[in-house]
């Protein structure tokens, strides 16, 4: 099997990056040249192709567009795991939820950006543990990727034993199934599965966050955390925007630790590094 | 004596001219005479002079003809020298001859000597009487006392001669003591020196009288005299008569002259020298009467003013011509100036006023000039004076210039103070107000104006008066106190009373200013609020970033050692691959060698096999004929049994026969069983052998696969190697965003911080503001709430539908069914669009 | 073994259904790794096995006919009958010829050992389990040394209808 080492060249990037900005927003800036030659690469690799320009020609002559979905799948990096930046979990542990308890509202949530359902399971778990039978409640967590392919993985809920190495023991056994199977060398392999009362919380949707949203909220919390670093200040700001027309009065936007909005204009008030309140 | 005589006459002669000389002299200096007189007088003196030196030498001739007298009296001539020789004996004689003669000679040499040296009026000689002997040294020494004898009267005499001749009559008397004629001589040169002495006395007192003394009345006393001396003295004192008219005359026409009363000319005749001088006197008159005839007509010009008019020198000679010449550049030394002060003058009146005069004037002139001088320094400082204030008050404004009255006299001075005065009462006003204007405009508001002032000064004081009242209205009072108590903070003050003009728009622009102050405030304080909690945001946002930078860069970091340690690791894998396809291509070798062995091996064990299939065979032979031979056994006992006891011996032999077939079967077995054995093991090596050929085979296979898997090893070290790189390089880009991301964010922080604290000062300072109570625009802590529904607006507006553009790819149509290639709508997710209609 | 062929006649044999089984002297053979027995005057001859020609349309457990000397015999695989999986032949398959109800057939066995005498004492009777053999075939369990050798009574091996049929497709064939 060869491997096709090929060279990406500017302008080659430059549509690949045009076109990916049109079609999901990404922004790759010309930083990320070497990750996106790798990325296609890959693409190359599976489909034989020799070259960035035949890959092109392959990707406009995909009718039903799958390709499309096959590059996004390839671009986008998906690092999630669970209770992923614990300190938003903390925060809506100790200044959301103990409003909540009381209440019989609706609780909407979304997480985009959900990549493989780390976070969305994670937000279900501590709506469980926090919030006791949520079987009386109308709770429901969106939780949408532009990949299907993660999606789908999502959707299974099923986790190696090292991906749920962030989960509090107590949570992993009282929320996870553990799954054993054998390896080819006959070794226990553990996995854990989401259980289902936990699952049936979230549903799973592919959307582009860059199109038109069909949602109408609104929304108490919305998690758009790391998905932001790879939009544009533009789009950042339209998107931040959206998010506050969905977000109810006093719902929250948790973004990523590395993310602020401290360069976009916006109309959240800030509360600690990552979480922004609707006013 | 002769010689003396006319020595003597010359002597007079000299005493003659002598006066004469001196009373040239007097007149000359009265400015009379001419210098002829004195040349004449001059020339007789050298001639007296030369006449004595003369009577020296002839008295010299006559001791030298005493000399010669003399040598005559030795008589004889200079005998040759009789040259004998010593030894003869006439040498005595001759030697006595010579030396008489050369006595003789010598005498006669000495004598000769002395007479010369008398012949030459020497009464002193160079011989020694010692030289001689007998009576020639008697005659010698006689002689030269004889000489001194004479030559000490003579000398004397001589000497008193000499001195009379020069006039050095002191009236020393010849005191030598003499005889005879000598004595004589000597009694008549002191007579003859009291003679002269007397004459010069009397001449002398004649001089004095009337040289110096002026009095022409003194006469010589002719009384003490005889003879031609007596007539000397009388005719000296004839010359004095005869000079003394005249000069009288002389001296009365010059009185007059002198006193200016010009005489008529002289008519009188004279003679000689007189007549010259009366001539001279005439000549003098009509020069002087043309002169002045002259002088009056130049006079009258000039003082008719005609100031052109000169005198005609070339009527006149000499000191006349002078006159005139020097009157006429008297006048020319008198006109030019003036001319030159008038000049000036006129260019004073015309008011050019020049440089001061440089020219060199002396005396009066000068005077003139200095005063003219003056006038101009005077009138060019006026000037300059007035020009200096002038431009100081009207063009520079400077009312402090005044004319320096010290500087000039009289009426110019009183001029300068006058204008002073002007200048003053202009300025004093001014000054007040000026003052005035000072102090107001170094914001003191001074009391009202109270002196009292005239006229245009007074207007000007009631306006004065009125402005400090409205300045002290609005600037303290009013206006001044509102702008104070907006300066302490209460921005509820406001200007009340009401003003005219520009003081009411003060007024207006006063309060304006304070509720415009006063309505910033408010919105500042509202926007200060909103400053400082997003400024906080920025803070801990720009924390958190640098905070989380730093994670990063220390992840990075460790990225970045283990992409070390990984690319590391793939060239070590790319390396042992590369080892491993060689260890392969080796092994491969070995495993082909292993093969043949094999082979060989499996030819060889299936000879084995087969010898020990034939043996085998053999024994199976051999173990069918047992089995037979059993069955036959078995037959046998089978129908022994039937047999019965018949059948016992036969079941015996039977049963031997089976022992035997069991044997045979048993030893065949044995063998069979070894040679399976051996089989087994052959079949065991054959197995073994099939397993190790399998085994190689499957070596050989798995390094073929293992080589190829090398290969993609190697190609895959080589990705990953490039792809580590990359990493890398990113890596490398991440961790210099990162830091610049670290760096930037602190900044931020910092600045953020700072920021907060900036707006919580101004918060604070707000706060101490007194603001009325209107509601303010904005929310105090909060966001402006009308930003949002434009941000929402704008959004949407701003939010097309995603084409894909593909025209950049040649010229394939988009390869979707609408406009858009949105795959969402391609591949239609049902369950994903329904899922989020839920929500 | 000669020991055994000398023990006396007269063994008690409790045969389950009142048989009384007599000692004496035994073919024995094998099946598989059961050793079986039969009464050596029911043998006629022993032979090593031979091609046998099939005939179609008979039971399993007829293998074919052989021709013994001249005479057709049929040969039953002892194995089928006693339901036994059917084998290869080995070089010690032997047919053993033996005389049942007038009709003399064939019986394939893996391995024919001995004449073996059983003294009646050692035998005994069948248990009801424990064999695939129903236990009518069997007159007894003969005991010797450690062994135990199932007699068979040939004539119950085969059933009478299968006797008939035998002897029907004997007399086809003859």
Known sequence: ?279 | ?839 | MGEEMHRGVGSNVNPVSVKKIDGGKFLTFYLGKEEYGIQILKVQEIIGIMEITPVPRTPDFIKGVINLRGHIIPVIYLRAKFGMPEIDNTEQTCIIVVKTRNLIMGLIVDRVCEVSDIATGDIDEAPSFGTFVNTEYILGIGKCASKVKLLLDIDRVITAQEYDGMSQIMESIN
């Open chain 1, 1 to 279: 099997m060869e491997y096709i080492s090929a060279k990406l060249s500017d302008v080659e990037f430059d549509s690949i990056s045009g076109l990916i900005y049109s079609l999901c927003g990404i922004s790759l800036g010309a930083g990320k040249k070497e990750l996106v030659t790798a990325r296609l690469a890959k693409r190359l690799n599976e489909l034989r192709l020799p070259n960035f320009n035949s890959y092109m020609k392959h990707v406009q002559n995909d009718a039903n567009g799958y390709e499309l979905l096959q590059l996004i799948d390839v671009i986008t990096t998906n690092v999630t795991s669970f209770f992923r930046e614990m300190n938003h979990f903390d925060y809506i542990k100790d200044h959301v939820l103990p409003d909540y308890k009381g209440r019989a509202d609706r609780i909407k949530i979304w997480s985009a950006g959900c990549s493989s359902g780390e976070e969305p399971y994670s937000i279900a778990v501590l709506l469980f543990e926090e919030l006791g039978n949520l079987m009386l409640r109308d709770v429901r967590i969106l939780a949408t990727d532009i990949s299907t392919q993660i999606l789908s993985r999502a959707r299974e809920a099923v986790y190696d034993k090292q991906l749920v190495e962030g989960v509090p023991k107590v949570l992993l056994t009282k929320y996870f199934d553990c799954i054993t199977s054998r390896n080819d060398f006959n070794e226990p392999v553990y996995q854990y599965k989401i259980k289902n009362e936990v699952r049936n919380l979230v549903r799973f949707a592919r959307l582009n966050l860059m199109e038109e949203w069909p949602m109408k909220g609104p929304f108490k919390m919305i998690f758009c955390r790391n998905v932001m670093i790879y939009f544009d200040k533009q789009t950042q700001e339209k998107l931040v925007g959206k998010y506050y027309n969905l977000l109810e009065t006093g719902g929250l936007l948790f973004i990523g630790h590395s993310e602020n909005l401290a360069s976009v204009s916006h109309s959240f008030k800030y509360i600690q590094p990552g979480v922004y309140l609707k006013c």
């Open chain 2, 1 to 839: 004596m002769e010689i003396l005589k006319t020595k003597l006459m010359q002597l007079c002669v000299f005493m003659i001219f002598f006066p004469l000389l001196v009373t040239a002299a007097a007149l000359h200096f009265a400015g009379a005479l001419n210098t002829t007189i004195v040349m004449a007088s001059l020339g007789g003196g050298i001639i007296a002079l030369a006449g004595a030196l003369l009577a020296t030498e002839k008295m010299s001739a006559s001791a030298g003809k005493i000399n010669a007298s003399l040598e005559r009296l030795s008589k004889g001539e200079a005998l040759q020298p009789v040259e004998l020789a010593k030894g003869d004996c006439f040498y005595s004689l001759a030697e006595n001859m010579n030396q008489f003669n050369r006595r003789c000679t010598n005498f006669k040499m000495d004598m000769d000597t002395v007479s010369t040296a008398l012949a030459g009026g020497e009464f002193s000689f160079s011989v020694n009487p010692n030289d001689h002997e007998g009576f020639y040294r008697q005659v010698l020494e006689k002689l030269v006392d004889a000489a001194k004898k004479v030559g000490e009267p003579l000398a004397a005499v001589n000497c008193v001669i000499d001195k009379i001749s020069k006039g050095d009559i002191t009236g020393e008397r010849v005191s030598v003591e003499a005889r005879g004629q000598f004595l004589a001589l000597k009694n008549n040169t002191n007579s003859l020196i009291g003679i002269i002495d007397n004459l010069l006395n009397e001449v002398k007192t004649v001089c004095i009288a009337t040289i110096f003394e002026g009095k022409f009345d003194k006469r010589a006393n002719a009384a003490l005299f005889q003879g031609r001396w007596a007539k000397l003295a009388s005719g000296i004192n004839d010359i004095v008569n005869s000079l003394a008219m005249p000069l009288k005359m002389a001296a009365d026409y010059i009185t007059q002259i002198g006193s200016g009363r010009i005489p008529p000319i002289i008519t009188e005749e004279y003679k000689g020298d007189f007549n010259i001088i009366k001539n001279s006197f005439n000549n003098c008159i009509n020069n002087l009467n043309n002169l002045i005839t002259e002088v009056e007509a130049l006079t009258h010009a000039a003082s008719d003013g005609k100031l052109k008019v000169r005198g005609n020198s070339e009527k006149y000679e000499g000191v006349y011509k002078e006159i005139i010449l020097e009157i006429n550049s008297t006048l020319d030394a008198i006109v030019g100036p003036l001319n030159s002060a008038a000049d000036y003058i006129a260019k004073i009146s015309k008011g050019e006023v020049s440089e001061v005069i440089t020219a060199e004037y002396k005396g009066d002139f000068n005077d003139i000039k200095h005063n003219l001088n003056n006038l101009i320094t005077t009138v060019d400082t006026m000037l300059n004076e007035i020009k200096t204030i002038c431009i100081a008050v009207i063009f520079e404004g400077k009312l402090d210039k005044r004319t320096g009255v010290s500087q000039f006299q009289g009426r110019w001075a009183k001029l300068a103070s006058g204008i002073n005065d002007i200048v003053n009462s202009l300025v004093n006003p001014l000054k007040v107000s000026s003052n005035y204007l000072v102090k107001i405009s170094q914001g003191e508001i001074p009391a009202k104006i109270t002196e009292e002032y005239k006229g245009d000064f007074n207007e000007i004081k009631t306006s004065i008066n009125t402005c400090l009242d409205t300045l002290t209205s609005l600037i303290i009072a009013d206006g001044g106190a509102a702008l104070q108590a907006a300066a302490e903070k209460d921005l509820t003050a406001r200007v009340k009373k009401n003003y005219n003009g520009l003081y009411d728009k003060m007024k207006d622009n006063i309060n304006a200013l304070i509720e415009n102050l006063e309505e910033m405030f408010k919105q500042i304080a509202g926007n200060a609020e909103n400053v400082s909690s997003s400024s906080s945001q920025i803070s801990k946002g720009s924390q958190a970033l640098a905070q989380g930078a730093s994670e990063q860069a220390s992840a990075l970091e460790e990225v970045s050692s283990s992409l070390h340690q990984m690319n590391s690791m793939a060239k070590q894998n790319a390396a042992n691959a590369k080892e491993g396809q060689n260890l392969t291509i080796s092994a491969r070798t070995s495993t082909e060698r292993g093969v043949d062995s094999m082979k060989k091996m499996s030819v060889a064990i299936n000879l084995i096999k087969d010898s020990s299939n034939n043996t085998a065979k053999i024994l199976k032979t051999i173990d069918e004929i047992a089995f037979q031979t059993n069955l036959l056994a078995l037959n046998a006992a089978v129908e022994a049994a039937r047999a019965g006891d018949a059948g016992k011996g036969f079941a015996v032999v039977a049963d031997e026969v089976r022992n035997l077939a069991m044997r045979s079967a048993e030893a065949a077995k044995n063998t069979a069983r070894m040679i399976e054995e051996s089989v087994k093991h052959a079949n065991n090596g054959v197995h073994i052998n099939e397993e190790v050929m399998k085994n190689l085979d499957e070596i050989n296979g798995q390094v073929r696969k293992v080589n190829e898997f090398m290969s993609e090893i190697s190609a895959a070290s080589e990705q990953q190697s490039e792809g580590i790189n990359q990493i890398n390089s990113a890596v490398a880009q991440m961790n210099q965003v990162t830091q610049q991301n670290a760096a930037y964010s602190e900044e931020s922080a910092s600045a953020s911080q700072e920021l907060t604290y900036q707006a919580d000062q101004m918060k604070n300072m707000i706060m101490q503001f007194k603001l009325s109570s209107v509601k303010s625009r904005t929310m105090a802590g909060g966001f402006d709430m009308g930003q949002a529904p434009a941000m929402t607006g704008r959004h949407q507006a701003a939010q097309p539908h995603r084409k894909m553009d593909f025209a950049e790819f040649e010229n394939h149509p988009p390869a979707a069914k609408g406009p858009e290639n949105d795959p969402k709508k391609v591949i239609p997710f049902d369950e994903d669009s329904s899922v989020l209609q839920e929500f």
